[in-house]
Nanobody, 126 residues
Framework: DVQLQASGGGLVQAGGSLRLSCAASGLALDEYVIGWFRQAPGQQREGVSCMHISGGRTYYADSVKGRFTISGDKAKNVVYLQMTSLKPEDSAVYYC???????????????????WGQGTLVTVSS
């Protein structure tokens, strides 16, 4: 069974950094697209950053470009989301997701992902 375990969330002041981890089991990272999504209260889930390790392609939402970096460690089967220069509007529950058959034009759309981990809460104080 595919399982995803997100961790690394917490409380941080604006301008600070956090690194989220998504530990995957039951899949090989280079065969899947891994995405990070977030959902703030009362808002829709949005794609933050996604990557296809074997294809070398990444996606970043405009709101996080230049501040967030997605990376993967195939040996550990973990995908990271390094978040810097955090803003209060980055506060949300962050989820990682995986799917084996997403085309790049759909990479940021949560509806296309079959496997989801539990969320990890990120709170950025002003």
């Amino acid at each position: 069974d595919v399982q995803l375990q997100a961790s690394g969330g917490g409380l941080v002041q604006a301008g600070g950094s956090l690194r989220l981890s998504c530990a995957a089991s039951g899949l090989a990272l280079d065969e899947y697209v891994i995405g990070w999504f977030r959902q703030a209260p009362g808002q829709q889930r949005e794609g933050v950053s996604c990557m296809h390790i074997s294809g070398g392609r990444t996606y970043y939402a405009d709101s996080v470009k230049g501040r967030f970096t997605i990376s993967g460690d195939k040996a550990k089967n973990v995908v990271y989301l390094q978040m810097t220069s955090l803003k209060p509007e980055d506060s949300a529950v962050y989820y990682c997701a995986a799917d084996s058959s997403i085309i790049y034009t759909s990479i940021s759309q949560s509806v296309h992902y079959d496997f989801w981990g539990q969320g990890t809460l990120v709170t950025v104080s002003s």
